[in-house]
């Protein structure tokens, strides 16, 4: 794909300045449109070059909010489901009617932001002989991390669900796994099939969480890396595998779970912090970063625009003492909102210590194994937080665990994802719909002959 106006064609060194340490933020400069062979020189300029790749992927569009926004849109059923739009931009209107356009500038900026940051990712890989040997495999790791991230992102939103048809078959996106700096139109590269898009994210995480440290401050860890390597398994359904990364997580003693009221950060305007329960989380800070979740589903009181709200329906699945409902309020307007994102300048997070334990017990549950704990002392754990009840052994079903994952990581953007490996309907569509896929760039298509469009489009 390197062609004219494509993302793969921005220069590597295109980066920003990410958040580099809890006590002296500022202490690394951004690396701005400079030639690889000026910029990198030394063990400092591949590390400002990693945290610009940090900074690439807490994007709007990416970890900074968009992409969990757009799974919960893309996976409610309009005007009937547990979330209702009431914006005016176009896009994301478009994505939760589930009429999505070839020139849907949401997808054209996940795409693109998303290249963006794997190309830095690259850039930082073939610049590894810079590290300190000391810092090389926590670097590589880092890298790696990131770059799978963003592929495992684009092949669930660009191409067909895994188990729908030949996934050795159907396409994907393209893998690019070297910089990428100079505009040449000879180098068309075609779309991957899913398959190859999930074997180079689960080697990359693989590596990964082999490389990483089991503490690292805020930045990928072991555990940032196992946690995903559980999401990837259990979207394929691969249920040992996803068991035993969750379990991973759990058993390294890292996390803990935390009361359900200092899960998220609750105070308005403050910086946000994490807490013990956090595996790994965008920082953002009243200097740098946007909590694009709170601009959606936060009220215009609270710095957003109040564009999200939250129906009837998802409060019909809870039971009468969790307390989990006390995540939500009415605003002003009498719409009701959720509390999880109240603070704009709270941190995002991507990974939590209780997804782990109900992927465990999902994935435990239909395997029919017992990794780590049984699936009901999972799923009891979880509602013990809630102040819930026990389930006893009869009622544990598919649909009970499924129910609790749903109550639990509402509005963080599973829906979509859980709905296709479940292959579960939204509304009036079936989990495989075309219109379920974002369709590839317009841009992009344009100028690499070498893409195939998605069906529908």
């Known amino acids: 794909m390197k062609t004219k106006h494509s993302i793969l064609l921005l220069s590597a060194m295109s980066v920003s300045l990410w958040l580099t340490s809890c006590d002296n933020k500022l202490n690394l400069q951004p690396v701005t449109s400079v030639a690889t062979s000026q910029a990198l020189s030394t063990p400092a300029d591949l590390q400002a070059l990693l945290v610009g790749a940090y900074d690439a992927m ?223 989380a965008v920082q953002i800070t009243d200097q740098d970063g946007i909590n694009d979740l709170n601009t959606f589903y936060g009220s215009t009181e609270e710095g957003g625009r109040g564009d999200i709200e939250i129906t009837e329906a998802f409060f019909n699945q809870l039971e009468a003492d969790d307390i989990r409902g006390a995540l939500f309020y009415d605003d002003a307007v009498g719409a009701i909102r959720t509390l999880k994102f109240v603070n704009q300048y709270g941190n995002i997070q991507l990974f939590r210590l209780a997804e782990m334990y109900l992927t465990r017990a999902e994935a435990n549950f239909r395997a029919g194994t017992a990794v780590g704990a049984t699936p009901l002392t999972d799923i009891n754990l979880i509602r013990a937080r809630a102040q819930l009840g026990a389930l006893t052994q009869a009622q544990l079903t598919v649909a009970a665990i499924l129910r609790e994952r749903r109550i639990e990581l509402a509005f963080e953007g599973t829906l979509i994802h859980d709905l296709k490996r479940t292959r579960s309907r939204v509304g009036s569509l079936n989990w495989n719909d075309s219109r379920l896929i974002y369709p590839i760039p317009l841009r992009e298509i344009t100028t690499n002959p070498a893409l195939v469009q998605n069906t529908g489009y």
Do not use: H
Not at 189 to 206: G, S
């Open 58 to 280: 807490s994007s709007i569009n990416l970890y900074g909010g968009d992409l969990q926004r757009d799974g919960e849109l893309l996976g409610t059923a309009p005007n009937t489901g547990e979330i209702l739009w009431t914006g005016t931009f176009a896009a994301p209107q478009q994505i939760y009617t589930k009429n999505i356009l070839v020139n849907n500038g949401q997808a054209d900026v996940t795409w693109t932001d998303a290249y963006r940051t794997i190309n830095i990712c690259n850039t930082v890989l073939a610049n590894l002989n810079l590290a300190a040997t000391a810092d090389r495999a926590r670097i590589e790791g880092e890298a790696k991390f990131i770059r799978a991230s963003m592929y495992f992102e684009l092949v669930r939103f660009f191409g067909k669900p895994w188990g729908d048809g030949d996934a050795n078959v159907n396409l994907g996106v393209p893998i690019v796994t070297t910089q990428t700096t100079t505009l040449d139109a000879s180098n068309n590269i075609p779309r991957n099939t899913v398959a190859a898009v999930y074997n180079q994210v689960i080697q990359d995480l693989t590596q990964a969480e082999t490389n990483l440290p089991a503490t690292n401050g805020f930045f990928a860890t072991k555990g940032a890396a196992a946690a995903q390597l559980s999401r990837v398994y259990l979207q394929k359904a691969d249920y040992t595998n996803a068991a035993s990364a969750a379990n991973r997580v759990i058993t390294g003693n890292q996390y803990q779970l935390v009361p359900i009221e200092n899960v998220f950060d609750l105070r308005e305007f403050l910086n946000g912090t994490n807490t013990a329960e956090t595996i790994f």
